[in-house]
C-alpha cells in the first residue's frame, strides 16, 4: 500500500473492509470443482450445480487444429455485443502473409438486441448482404464461419441458412473457441482458450472419453466451459461481498453468471463506484460527499478502472472523480487508486485460479510430470489494463508450477478463428472425401461380389476341363483323397508342414475304437531366408535335419514310420504319394524344384543322411488336411479353407467332373490352388493401383492375384502402399514419409488384426503405429484404423464370394435346391483377425443363399490331417493289397 494513503481510509483497505481480495490459498478449491467431474449433459434451465454447465463446442474432426495447409477466401461473422463484425479473410500458404482481412463494423441498434430472434438474423442477413455487395463478392458462394458469442449446445459444427444470400455453409464458433483456433494457427501448442474483457470465458481440448455427453471416447474435442456460470450453485459464496450481491441484484439476470460478475470488465466499474459509495458514506473518502453522479450506475466504467491504474493514474483519478461531482483531495485518489487495484487483482486471481484448475486437468489428461501448452488470450481487459496481464501470468505460474504456460495474445480472435475453423473444416472435409474416393474402390457392392462369383464358377470348370485345365488360372488339383476319415483309422504317424517360415514336425497317435484319440508331439523350426531362396537340394536337406533332430527327440530313430508331407503349395498330383510342384508361393523360391516331384526330392534328401528311413505315404495340401480333421469330427464337412499367410480351398468334387483323371465313380478332393484366380486378367476390374504395386514388388510379380488380394501375407503390404500415397498426399504422418514406411513387410497381418480390435482405443493403435516406428498422432490413427478396416474387410468379402462359388458347386452337382455342408477353416487371418470371419459368413450366407453352410474351425489341420490322411491312405493300401 502507497505510503501516501494514511489513517483510517488505509487502515480500512488493508484489512479489506470492503472487498475480499482472492487468496491464493484457495485455488485448490475452485481446482477441485472444475476437476472434479465428467461433462454431464448441460441442464438447459440453470437448476443444475454451477460447476458442470458445461458446453460442448463440436469439432466432430480430431484434427482440430491448424496444419498450416488451409487455404481459401473465407466469410467470418462476429456477434458478441452491440456491434456485429463482418469480415473476409483470405488464408494463403504465403509464409510472409498468411491470412489477410478486411471488415466493417455494423451498428446493433437497441431495439433489434431486445427484439425478436428473427428481427436478429434480418440484421445480420441484411449487413451481410451489405458487405459482400461492397466487397463484390455477391455472386459467390463462400464459406461462413459465425461467431457467435452465447452459451450454445451444439449436436455439430452447424450449416444454417442466411436469408436472401442463397444457401451459405456455416461453422457456429464461440469466441473462445475463435481465439484458441487463432493463436493455434500461430502455435499449434495452443489448447486453451480465453476470453478476459466486457465478459469472461474459456475452451479448452478435453479428452473425449471423459465427455458423456458426446458418442466416442477417442482423440480430444474442444470443450466451451461458460464459466462465467460458476459459482451459480453458491460454491463461491465464501468469497462474495456485499458490492457482488448488489450487482447481482441490479443485473438482468439475478443469480445466474456470478463468477462473471466477480471477474469480468461488465462490472469491474460497477464493483469500484459500489466500494466508492460506501467508503463516502462512512467518511472515508470524499469528506463523506456523495453526489448524484456517483450514486448513477454505470458512472465509473472499467476504461476508468485502468486509466486509474496507470502510470498517470492519480492525475486521471481526480480527473474522472471532478467530472462525478466531488472533490478529491491527493489521498482521496491514492485510496480509490488502490480501490481499482484491489478489484483488478482479485479479478486477475480469479481467473487465474479457473485458468489453473483447467491447467492442471489438461497435465491430469496427458499424464505427463510437467505440462507444456499455450493459452490463446483476447479482450479488452487482458489487452487495454495496464497491469492485469503481468498479474494473470504471474499468479498462473504461482498456482501450477510443474508447467510452461506461453500466453500468447489473438489477433482478432473471435473473428479470425471462425474463419480458420471454417478453413479447417474445409480442409478435412476435402481430405476426407478424397481419402473416401481412395478407400471407395476397396468397397465393393454386392453386384460386384457376385461377379466374382460368377467369374470363379468359370474359372473351376476351366480347372476340371481336360482341354481348358493347362491354360487355367484355378487349377483344380486332384489330391486322390477319395473319402474322408470313417473312424477306423489307427496307429503311429509322422507328418511334416511346410507351408511358410516355420517347419513342423510331427509324432500323432490315432487310436480307433469307442473312445477315439490323436494324440500330438511336434517341434518347430525355422527355414532361414537364404534356404527359402537357395537351391532345392539345400532346403531338402534342411528338412531332413529338422526330421533327424525331432526322431532323436523323440527316442525313435530305428521305427519306419507311415509319413504324410503336407506341402503347402501348388502341386500336380499323379498318385497320393507323388506331387509334382507346380510353382513357389509365399516367399520361396528354391532353385531345382519346379516341375519336380517333391516326394522324391524328399526320399532323395533322407538317402542323403544315411540316418532314417521313413514310408512316404501322402502328399497333403494343407486345405486338404484341413478339411479331413474336421472331417474326423463331423462328417459333413466336405470342404477345407485355409485364410492366413496364403488363401486356398479344397472340396469333393464329383470324379465324372474331372477330366484329368480317369473314372467316372464316387468322389474325390479337389486341390483348387485358388490364389491365382485372376491371373488371366478377370479380376482386373476390382485390383487398385495399390494391388499392382504389392504385385510388382513381390518374388512372383503376375502370379496369384486373387491370394494377393485376400490372404494375410500381402494385406499390410496392401496398407502399407495405401498410408505412402495417403502421406505424400498430406493426410498422415505430417506429409513425412518415414524411412520405416518405405520398409517393404512392416504391416504383418498381426498388426492389422490388434488396430482393428474394438476393444482398442486410439491411443493403443498409435502406440502400436510407434513401435513400429512411425511418429502419429490419434488423428492419424483413426486414418490408419479405417485404413485396415477397409482393406481387411475387401479380403474377407472376395474370400467370401469365391467359397460362395464352391458351395453353389456342390448343392448343383448334387441336383439340390437346398444343400447342407461343413467348411473346414484353418488359418491365422480367420483365426485372429477380429472381424475378418464373421464378415465372410455373412457374405457366403448372402451369394449363396441357398445352402446352409456350417464353419468348423481346424485343430491343426496341417499336421493332424496329414496323418489322418496318411491313416486313410494306409488303410485304402492295405484293403488293394487284400483285393489283389
Same mark, same amino acid.
Given at each position: 500500500?502507497?505510503?501516501?494513503?494514511?489513517?483510517?481510509?488505509?487502515?480500512?483497505?488493508?484489512?479489506?473492509?470492503?472487498?475480499?481480495?482472492?487468496?491464493?490459498?484457495?485455488?485448490?478449491?475452485?481446482?477441485?470443482?472444475?476437476?472434479?467431474?465428467?461433462?454431464?449433459?448441460?441442464?438447459?434451465?440453470?437448476?443444475?450445480?454451477?460447476?458442470?454447465?458445461?458446453?460442448?463446442?463440436?469439432?466432430?474432426?480430431?484434427?482440430?487444429?491448424?496444419?498450416?495447409?488451409?487455404?481459401?477466401?473465407?466469410?467470418?461473422?462476429?456477434?458478441?455485443?452491440?456491434?456485429?463484425?463482418?469480415?473476409?479473410?483470405?488464408?494463403?500458404?504465403?509464409?510472409?502473409?498468411?491470412?489477410?482481412?478486411?471488415?466493417?463494423?455494423?451498428?446493433?441498434?437497441?431495439?433489434?438486441?431486445?427484439?425478436?430472434?428473427?428481427?436478429?438474423?434480418?440484421?445480420?442477413?441484411?449487413?451481410?448482404?451489405?458487405?459482400?455487395?461492397?466487397?463484390?463478392?455477391?455472386?459467390?458462394?463462400?464459406?461462413?464461419?459465425?461467431?457467435?458469442?452465447?452459451?450454445?449446445?451444439?449436436?455439430?459444427?452447424?450449416?444454417?441458412?442466411?436469408?436472401?444470400?442463397?444457401?451459405?455453409?456455416?461453422?457456429?464458433?464461440?469466441?473462445?473457441?475463435?481465439?484458441?483456433?487463432?493463436?493455434?494457427?500461430?502455435?499449434?501448442?495452443?489448447?486453451?482458450?480465453?476470453?478476459?474483457?466486457?465478459?469472461?470465458?474459456? !475452451?479448452?481440448?478435453?479428452?473425449?472419453?471423459?465427455?458423456?455427453?458426446?458418442?466416442?471416447?477417442?482423440?480430444?474435442?474442444?470443450?466451451?466451459?461458460?464459466?462465467?456460470?460458476?459459482?451459480?450453485?453458491?460454491?463461491?459464496?465464501?468469497?462474495?461481498?456485499?458490492?457482488?450481491?448488489?450487482?447481482?441484484?441490479?443485473?438482468?439476470?439475478?443469480?445466474?453468471?456470478?463468477?462473471?460478475?466477480?471477474?469480468?470488465?461488465?462490472?469491474?466499474?460497477?464493483?469500484?463506484?459500489?466500494?466508492?459509495?460506501?467508503?463516502?458514506?462512512?467518511?472515508?473518502?470524499?469528506?463523506?460527499?456523495?453526489?448524484?453522479?456517483?450514486?448513477?450506475?454505470?458512472?465509473?466504467?472499467?476504461?476508468?478502472?485502468?486509466?486509474?491504474?496507470?502510470?498517470?493514474?492519480?492525475?486521471?483519478?481526480?480527473?474522472?472523480?471532478?467530472?462525478?461531482?466531488?472533490?478529491?483531495?491527493?489521498?482521496?485518489?491514492?485510496?480509490?487508486?488502490?480501490?481499482?487495484?484491489?478489484?483488478?487483482?482479485?479479478?486477475?486471481?480469479?481467473?487465474?485460479?479457473?485458468?489453473?484448475?483447467?491447467?492442471?486437468?489438461?497435465?491430469?489428461?496427458?499424464?505427463?510430470?510437467?505440462?507444456?501448452?499455450?493459452?490463446?488470450?483476447?479482450?479488452s481487459m487482458y489487452k487495454m489494463h495496464p497491469q492485469y496481464a503481468r498479474r494473470l501470468h504471474k499468479t498462473v505460474r504461482r498456482l501450477v508450477p510443474d508447467s510452461d504456460v506461453r500466453f500468447l495474445l489473438s489477433e482478432s480472435g473471435s473473428a479470425k478463428g471462425a474463419a480458420m475453423v471454417t478453413a479447417v473444416a474445409y480442409r478435412l472435409a476435402d481430405q476426407t472425401r478424397q481419402i473416401a474416393q481412395t478407400l471407395a474402390e476397396f468397397r465393393l457392392s454386392k453386384a460386384q461380389l457376385l461377379e466374382v462369383k460368377k467369374r470363379m464358377r468359370t474359372e473351376i470348370e476351366n480347372g476340371l476341363g481336360k482341354k481348358t485345365h493347362d491354360s487355367a488360372t484355378v487349377k483344380m488339383l486332384p489330391t486322390y483323397v477319395r473319402s474322408t476319415p470313417d473312424g477306423t483309422e489307427n496307429g503311429d504317424f509322422l507328418a511334416l508342414d511346410l507351408g511358410g517360415t516355420n517347419f513342423r514336425v510331427l509324432l500323432v497317435k490315432i487310436r480307433s475304437g469307442k473312445r477315439r484319440t490323436v494324440e500330438m508331439h511336434n517341434k518347430i523350426y525355422a527355414i532361414p531366408i537364404e534356404v527359402m531362396q537357395g537351391t532345392g537340394e539345400e532346403l531338402f536337406?534342411?528338412?531332413?535335419?529338422?526330421?533327424?533332430?525331432?526322431?532323436?527327440?523323440?527316442?525313435?530313430?530305428?521305427?519306419?514310420?507311415?509319413?504324410?508331407?503336407?506341402?503347402?503349395?501348388?502341386?500336380?498330383?499323379?498318385?497320393?504319394?507323388?506331387?509334382?510342384?507346380?510353382?513357389?508361393?509365399?516367399?520361396?523360391? !528354391?532353385?531345382? !524344384?519346379?516341375?519336380?516331384?517333391?516326394?522324391?526330392?524328399?526320399?532323395?534328401?533322407?538317402?542323403?543322411?544315411?540316418?532314417?528311413?521313413?514310408?512316404?505315404?501322402?502328399?497333403?495340401?494343407?486345405?486338404?488336411?484341413?478339411?479331413?480333421?474336421?472331417?474326423?469330427?463331423?462328417?459333413?464337412?466336405?470342404?477345407?479353407?485355409?485364410?492366413?499367410?496364403?488363401?486356398?480351398?479344397?472340396y469333393m468334387e464329383e470324379m465324372r467332373n474331372i477330366e484329368t483323371v480317369e473314372g467316372n465313380e464316387g468322389r474325390m478332393c479337389v486341390n483348387m490352388e485358388w490364389g491365382a484366380f485372376g491371373d488371366n486378367g478377370c479380376l482386373d476390374d476390382i485390383r487398385t493401383q495399390y494391388d499392382r504395386a504389392v504385385d510388382e514388388n513381390s518374388l512372383n510379380e503376375g502370379k496369384q492375384r486373387y491370394e494377393k488380394m485376400c490372404s494375410g501375407m500381402y494385406l499390410g503390404e496392401i496398407v502399407r502402399n495405401i498410408l505412402i500415397d495417403l502421406t505424400k498426399r498430406g493426410f498422415l504422418f505430417r506429409g513425412k514419409i518415414s524411412e520405416t514406411l518405405k520398409t517393404r513387410g512392416i504391416f504383418e497381418t498381426k498388426f492389422l488384426s490388434q488396430i482393428e480390435s474394438d476393444r482398442l482405443a486410439l491411443l493403443q493403435v498409435r502406440a502400436i503405429l510407434q513401435q513400429l516406428g512411425l511418429d502419429s498422432t490419434c488423428d492419424d490413427s483413426i486414418i490408419v484404423k479405417e485404413v485396415c478396416s477397409t482393406v481387411s474387410r475387401r479380403a474377407a468379402q472376395i474370400c467370401g464370394a469365391g467359397m460362395a462359388g464352391v458351395v453353389d458347386k456342390i448343392r448343383e452337382n448334387r441336383a439340390l435346391d437346398h444343400l447342407d455342408v461343413t467348411v473346414g477353416v484353418d488359418g491365422t487371418l480367420y483365426k485372429l483377425h477380429p472381424h475378418f470371419s464373421r464378415i465372410f459368413h455373412q457374405t457366403v450366407k448372402e451369394l449363396a443363399p441357398k445352402c446352409n453352410v456350417n464353419f468348423l474351425l481346424s485343430e491343426d489341420g496341417s499336421g493332424k490331417g496329414a496323418a489322418l490322411i496318411t491313416a486313410v491312405g494306409c488303410r485304402q493300401r492295405a484293403q488293394e493289397a487284400l483285393q489283389a
Open positions: 500500500m502507497d505510503s501516501k494513503c494514511q489513517g483510517p481510509t488505509r487502515l480500512a483497505l488493508q484489512r479489506g473492509c470492503f472487498i475480499k481480495p482472492f487468496c491464493l490459498e484457495q485455488f485448490p478449491v475452485i481446482s477441485h470443482v472444475i476437476n472434479s467431474h465428467r461433462f454431464q449433459p448441460l441442464d438447459m434451465r440453470g437448476s443444475g450445480k454451477g460447476d458442470s454447465l458445461m458446453l460442448y463446442f463440436f469439432l466432430r474432426f480430431y484434427f482440430i487444429f491448424s496444419n498450416l495447409t488451409e487455404k481459401g477466401d473465407f466469410l467470418a461473422l462476429d456477434l458478441g455485443g452491440s456491434n456485429f463484425r463482418i469480415l473476409r479473410v483470405k488464408v494463403t500458404q504465403d509464409k510472409k502473409q498468411p491470412v489477410q482481412m478486411e471488415s466493417l463494423v455494423y451498428e446493433t441498434p437497441e431495439d433489434i438486441i431486445h427484439g425478436s430472434g428473427t428481427q436478429l438474423f434480418d440484421h445480420v442477413a441484411e449487413c451481410l448482404g451489405d458487405f459482400m455487395e461492397k466487397q463484390k463478392i455477391k455472386d459467390k458462394k463462400l464459406p461462413v464461419g459465425f461467431t457467435f458469442s452465447f452459451p450454445c449446445a451444439q449436436t455439430k459444427l452447424d450449416e444454417v441458412r442466411a436469408s436472401e444470400q442463397g444457401h451459405q455453409e456455416t461453422r457456429v464458433v464461440n469466441d473462445t473457441t475463435g481465439t484458441m483456433m487463432t493463436c493455434g494457427f500461430d502455435d499449434q501448442r495452443c489448447e486453451v482458450g480465453i476470453i478476459i474483457g466486457t465478459g469472461t470465458n474459456a !475452451c479448452y481440448m478435453e479428452e473425449l472419453r471423459h465427455i458423456d455427453m458426446v458418442e466416442g471416447d477417442e482423440g480430444r474435442m474442444c470443450i466451451n466451459t461458460e464459466w462465467g456460470a460458476f459459482g451459480d450453485d453458491g460454491s463461491l459464496e465464501d468469497l462474495r461481498t456485499e458490492f457482488d450481491r448488489e450487482i447481482d441484484r441490479g443485473s438482468l439476470n439475478p443469480g445466474k453468471q456470478l463468477f462473471e460478475k466477480m471477474a469480468s470488465g461488465m462490472f469491474m466499474g460497477e464493483l469500484v463506484r459500489l466500494i466508492l459509495v460506501k467508503m463516502a458514506k462512512e467518511g472515508l473518502l470524499f469528506e463523506g460527499r456523495i453526489t448524484p453522479e456517483l450514486l448513477t450506475k454505470g458512472k465509473i466504467e472499467t476504461k476508468h478502472v485502468s486509466a486509474i491504474e496507470n502510470k498517470e493514474g492519480l492525475t486521471k483519478c481526480k480527473e474522472i472523480l471532478t467530472r462525478l461531482g466531488v472533490e478529491p483531495s491527493q489521498e482521496d485518489c491514492v485510496a480509490v487508486q488502490h480501490v481499482c487495484t484491489i478489484v483488478s487483482f482479485r479479478s486477475a486471481n480469479l481467473i487465474a485460479a479457473t485458468l489453473g484448475g483447467i491447467l492442471t486437468r489438461l497435465k491430469d489428461n496427458k499424464g505427463v510430470a510437467r505440462l507444456r501448452t499455450t493459452v490463446g488470450i483476447d479482450g536337406d534342411h528338412i531332413v535335419y529338422c526330421i533327424s533332430d525331432f526322431l532323436d527327440y523323440m527316442g525313435m530313430k530305428s521305427a519306419r514310420l507311415p509319413l504324410g508331407f503336407t506341402f503347402s503349395f501348388p502341386c500336380h498330383q499323379k498318385s497320393l504319394d507323388a506331387g509334382i510342384l507346380v510353382n513357389w508361393t509365399k516367399g520361396f523360391k !528354391c532353385t531345382d !524344384c519346379e516341375g519336380e516331384d517333391v516326394v522324391e526330392l524328399l526320399r532323395e534328401g533322407i538317402k542323403r543322411k544315411e540316418e532314417f528311413d521313413l514310408d512316404v505315404v501322402a502328399v497333403v495340401n494343407d486345405t486338404v488336411g484341413t478339411m479331413m480333421t474336421c472331417a474326423y469330427e463331423e462328417p459333413t464337412c466336405e470342404v477345407g479353407l485355409i485364410a492366413g499367410t496364403g488363401s486356398n480351398a479344397c
